[in-house]
């Protein structure tokens, strides 16, 4: 009796290899096809310069074309959605941000997409720290000093911003909710147009993006006070973190590498590893350095985690502000 459980024990184990033998070897096999990314934005932004970075490292790695596509519109949904029902075989990824998956969850009525049981994370890319500058007719010259002055002044500043559920709308939100202050609003199309009116005077202080805001920093045409990411920024590391003076505060705008969720995990597993060593490369994070980036590699569980605590922190931010785009 025990011999013929035994036997049809091993049978059963047979069979059960048999049938997952294709997978690991389609897994194993793979790339088998140029491999898609799509970009979610415009090409010659951030986004767009994270993906051709990985499409050229990763053509190194596994000798296969990997092609950037850029997919832009409605806030980056338009790309994510076209990934979240692509074939989860890995030959299609998706450079996401921060906006698709930890903000736009909140801030659209309707999201084509669910941005945590759609996708598999593969990994962090990098953290883009926004800048805090003022106007330098404001009297504070260091973060205490501003939210001393935005206390004793309840309402009365106005803070701008690259429109309504952006990272710069939203750091300023952010702020605002952990400091107890005041600000009124102020939304432009544009990172662009947000430094000229600040320093034009017509807006008193901004969030705004590091490779605009520290030009102008250094020019005395704005004063900086502190950057959003945990750690000071290479590029500007005489100007401390806001979370030296108001603990726990943390603001970045962050890319990631998605696949479509039930990817296989060694095609998964490949991926995360080939990112780590693209960003170890000294020219990589030269070039990062240049632009404010920080390379913030992550394993997928690693990065599954740091998603769902954005999405804790960003989601009562975006309740707050009172942003909300119908979908």
Not at 2 to 11: I, P, S, V
Not at 142 to 162: C, E, Q, T, W
Not at 221 to 229: N, Q, Y
């Amino acid at each position: 009796m025990k011999q013929l459980l035994f036997a049809a024990g091993l049978g059963s184990v047979l069979a059960l290899g048999g049938a997952i033998t294709p997978a690991f070897a389609q897994a194993d096999a793979w790339p088998t096809r140029p491999v898609r990314i799509v970009v979610p934005f415009a090409a010659g932004g951030t986004t767009d310069l994270f993906g051709r970075l990985l499409a050229q490292g990763f053509a190194e790695s596994f000798k296969q074309s990997f092609v950037v596509e850029n997919r832009a519109g409605a806030g980056g949904n338009i790309g994510a959605q076209q990934v979240a029902r692509a074939e989860p075989d890995g030959h299609t990824l998706l450079v996401g941000t921060v906006s698709t998956h930890a903000i736009n969850p909140f801030l659209y009525t309707r999201l084509p997409f669910d941005a945590v049981k759609d996708f598999q994370p593969v990994s962090l890319i990098a953290q883009l720290p926004n800048m805090l500058v003022v106007n330098p007719r404001l009297p504070a010259t260091d973060l205490a000093g501003l939210i001393a002055h935005l206390r004793a002044n309840p309402g009365k500043l106005n803070y701008g911003s690259s429109g309504a559920g952006t990272s710069t709308h939203l750091a300023a939100e952010l702020f605002k909710m952990m400091t107890g202050t005041d600000m009124t609003h102020i939304p432009y199309r544009s990172s662009g147009e947000v430094m000229n009116n600040l320093t034009a005077g017509h807006i008193d202080l901004a969030f705004d993006n590091m490779t605009l805001a520290w030009p102008q920093a250094q020019a005395g045409t704005v004063r900086a006070l502190g950057v959003t990411s945990p750690q000071r920024s290479a590029t500007a590391p005489q100007v401390p973190t806001i979370a030296e003076s108001l603990a726990g505060f943390e603001a970045t705008s962050w890319h990631g590498l998605f696949a479509p969720a039930g990817t296989p995990a060694r095609i998964v597993e490949r991926l995360s590893a080939d990112v780590a060593r693209i960003l170890a490369d000294p020219a990589t994070r030269t070039r990062f350095a240049e632009m404010g980036a920080i390379p913030s590699p992550l394993s997928p569980a690693a990065f599954a985690a740091f998603i769902a605590a954005e999405q804790r922190k960003w989601e009562p931010v975006v309740k707050a502000s009172g942003a909300r785009v119908d979908g």
